[in-house]
Structures are given as C-alpha cells and as structure tokens.
C-alpha cells in the first residue's frame, strides 16, 4: 500500500467554491464516528503500541483533539479580522506532553467528540460572507478562507486516519 507521507511536505491549493461549505462540515462532522467505528474493536495493545518513536494509534486520536482548540482559535482570528491566522505548534507538544496512551480510549474519544461538535455547532452559525472571509496562514502562507479552513482540516484528519490504519497493518500478523 503507499504511505501517506508527511503531512508537512504536501502542498495545497484552496480554490474550493463556498458552495462546499456543507459538504466539509459534514465531513468534520462525522470524523468522530469514523475514528469511533474504527478503533473500538482494537485491543489496547494496538492502540497505545508505537512503531519507530511515531506516535501510536491512540496518540493520533489525542493529537486530533488537542487540535481542536487551533481550529476554534483560528475562527476567533477570522472574526477578529486579523490578517494572518494564529500558528500551529509545529513541535506537537502538547500531544507529546499528554500522555494520551495512559488515558482510556473511550475517554480521549467522548472529550473528541464533544470538542468537534462545539466547532460544528459554531461552524453552522457562520453565513456566506463569514465563509467568504480570509486571512494567511502562516505556515503555508498563502490566502485562506474559513472554507478552505476546513477543508483543511478534513484533509488533516483524513491524513491522521489512514496513519492509524497503516499502524495497525503494521501491528496485525497477516
């Protein structure tokens, strides 16, 4: 199967019509049910073994988390009007430092899901001119809209579930 690759090396371009503002709030939306269906059969050992020094599966799911809290962070940015949107912390440590593997996976799962439902349930409030609104981001630094916000963060989260699932191919005897 071909890896992802790191999440840092790809390249983006966010000319997505506002029209699919929808259709990636609803793929937000539903990312807690997909983590949740994928993980709940896995044994702990699974989930909270680590290949190489990466992350292990469980960690994965606490960075999505810990994430959470940039993504509401840069909505506060668009409405402030700022023109360049807060930075990520490109070191993680905040996942590093939070021990996610000592915690219970349903827990990490319920605080995810309650934290991605808060962003949906602001990301609904927003009308066209609010979806329309830009800033830079910085380490792109290119343009982007709060469409392209979330577009962002599907593709995110999508890059972080496909890593599980190579975690656990690799953890798996065939």
């Known amino acids: ?13 966010f000319d997505s019509p506002l029209w699919m503002f929808p259709v990636y709030v609803d793929r937000l939306a539903g990312v807690p049910a997909r983590i949740e269906d994928k993980v709940r059969p896995w044994p702990r050992e699974i989930l909270t073994t680590r290949l190489d020094g990466e992350w292990s599966i469980q960690e994965h799911i606490g960075h999505l988390l810990d994430l959470e809290s940039l993504g509401m962070g840069r909505l506060d940015d668009y409405d402030a009007g700022r023109e360049v949107l807060r930075a990520a912390d490109m070191t993680n440590r905040r996942t590093h430092e939070a021990q996610h593997n000592a915690q219970p996976v349903e827990a990490i799962l319920a605080e995810f899901r309650a934290a991605r439902g808060e962003f949906i349930a602001r990301l609904e409030t ?30 995110h989260d999508d890059h972080h579930l496909v890593r599980m699932n190579e975690l656990k191919d690799a953890l798996t005897p065939r």
């Open 1 to 13: 199967m071909i890896s992802t690759g790191k999440w840092t090396e790809r390249k983006f371009t």
């Open 126 to 155: 927003l009308d066209e001119k609010q979806i329309a609104r830009s800033a830079r981001h910085p380490r792109l630094n290119v343009p982007m809209r709060v469409v392209d916000l979330i577009s962002f963060i599907s593709e």
